[in-house]
């Protein structure tokens, strides 16, 4: 909440009798980098400009609408009727825009533009929101809210920040540096050091977001003061969710750098026969996975499921194992 004495600081400047806020200009200034960043990655990669802006575009409004929305869900005391739903202006969270950007994402690669891979659209654009949100968090600190617990230890900040972290007559944590500061390195990280080693493969930039952000906000969790945390009864929420941020992250750095590839293997190459056959036992779909070398038993589960070539060829052209199939199919 912008406290009543410091009102004017949080006012970049004025058109008319219109305040316009530093909190507004840095998130506007946070997405146009992101953007900025994300497009310069985009045109590598060869894909679409029209796909980038309809990402973008679409996931701003995802993202407040999933901001807002995750903020209900896990602040039901809050929750007044239907138009709770819609008012933006109110309590929101940003974990839920990352959800709600990361649903986006994967609907978007995958029933709009199914050219795009999701692992590689995911390891541009989610890394780049430490950058967006690096540059957000200033506007906290014009706003002066989301700010952490009374402090006595300011003295290392520069007086213009040590000066506004004075509210209700307090020093409080500036936790929006602080974040802001971890937001930064994080990018840095990614983009100087994970994204130049050609060993990491795509998706994993990704999940070292989750992971990252995770670890960020259930450590600054801690230090944040007690109105601001989301709470289910006596149950830190934020606090809770936080980690399975951080876990879901570790869970995507292992599934795509060591066995997105195996497991597309299976999927790109045997998919939808997988469904037509009925082929159901686990022990076979782990065959399929890691013995696709073993011809012999490769040429008794072709005879015996009856896969047709010339389908199996309209549905997977650029397979390398088309022509072991086109070999021992009778």
Not at 102 to 118: C, D, G, P, Q, R
Request: proline share 3%; hydrophobic share 50%; net charge positive.
């Amino acid at each position: 909440m912008i406290q009543e004495a410091n009102s004017d600081f949080a006012i970049a400047f004025w058109i008319g009798p219109i305040p316009i806020p530093w909190y507004g200009l840095m998130l506007l200034f946070g997405f146009i980098a992101v953007f900025i960043i994300s497009y310069i990655e985009w045109k590598k990669k060869k894909y679409k400009t029209f796909d980038l802006f309809l990402l973008f575009f679409v996931g701003v409004i995802v993202a407040i609408f999933g901001a807002r929305w995750w903020y209900l869900l896990f602040n039901p005391k809050d929750f007044n009727g239907f138009i709770s739903l819609f008012q933006f202006s109110e309590g929101r969270s940003i974990l839920g825009s990352i959800f709600a950007i990361f649903i986006w994402l994967y609907i978007y690669t995958t029933y709009f533009a199914s050219y795009i891979e999701f692992r590689k659209a995911f390891s541009i654009i989610i890394p780049n929101i430490l950058i967006g949100q690096a540059i957000g968090r200033w506007g906290n600190f014009f706003d002066q809210n989301v700010y952490g617990q009374i402090t006595d230890q300011l003295a290392f900040l520069p007086d213009f920040i040590e000066d506004h972290m004075l509210i209700d007559g307090y020093y409080r944590q500036p936790l929006f540096l602080y974040e802001a500061i971890l937001d930064f390195l994080g990018w840095i990280i990614i983009a100087f050091f994970l994204k130049t080693n050609h060993k990491i493969k795509p998706g994993f930039h990704g999940g070292f977001y989750l992971f990252w952000y995770g670890t960020i906000r259930a450590s600054l969790e801690l230090l944040r003061d007690d109105k601001y945390i989301m709470k289910i009864g006596e149950i830190p929420t934020s606090f809770v969710l936080s980690f399975l941020f951080l876990f879901w992250g570790i869970f995507l750095m292992i599934y795509y750098q060591l066995y997105f590839e195996k497991i597309a293997i299976f999927n790109h190459t045997y998919g939808k026969f997988y469904y037509e056959v009925k082929i159901k036992n686990f022990k076979l779909k782990f065959f399929l996975i890691f013995n696709l070398k073993n011809k012999e038993k490769y040429k008794n589960l072709i005879r015996n499921n009856n896969l047709n070539y010339n389908n199996f060829k309209k549905l997977y052209p650029e397979q390398e194992y088309l022509e072991i199939v086109k070999k021992y199919q009778k």
